[in-house]
């Protein structure tokens, strides 16, 4: 997806499990996805540097990442003046809570079934 001016839609894919990077990754390597710039952060860490030196249309979380949980990493987003949006993966028993934190959505994880 491409805004006006050709610009890509940029999303921030926040993962500590490899193999679901590698599933999205895939994912968007597919041409009708072509528009959209993905980066991947695998911890915490690695998603605050990135954010602090990019410029993200939405951020897709996993809720049990590393050791900060997705909520304590969104904080951190708030505290330090970020207004991303938001959506998280995982397991239904931590929507409710995402989504009072100001998540946009929340996508259920096939290992969570």
């Not at 505290?79 to 989504?99: C, I, N, R, W």
Request: hydrophobic letters at 45%; one cysteine or more.
């Amino acid at each position: 997806m491409e805004f006006s001016g050709g610009t890509k839609l940029r999303i921030l894919f926040v993962e500590d499990e490899s193999s679901c990077r590698n599933s999205i990754r895939l994912l968007f390597r597919h041409p009708l996805l072509s528009g959209f710039a993905v980066d991947f952060a695998s911890d915490s860490n690695e998603a605050m540097s990135l954010i602090v030196c990019n410029v993200y249309d939405l951020a897709i979380v996993d809720c049990n990442l590393d050791a900060w949980h997705a909520r304590t990493l969104v904080a951190d987003w708030v505290d330090h003046g970020y207004q991303l949006p938001f959506m998280v993966t995982g397991s239904p028993g931590v929507a409710k809570e995402m989504l009072s934190l100001g998540s946009s959505g929340f996508i259920e994880k096939a290992d969570a079934l």
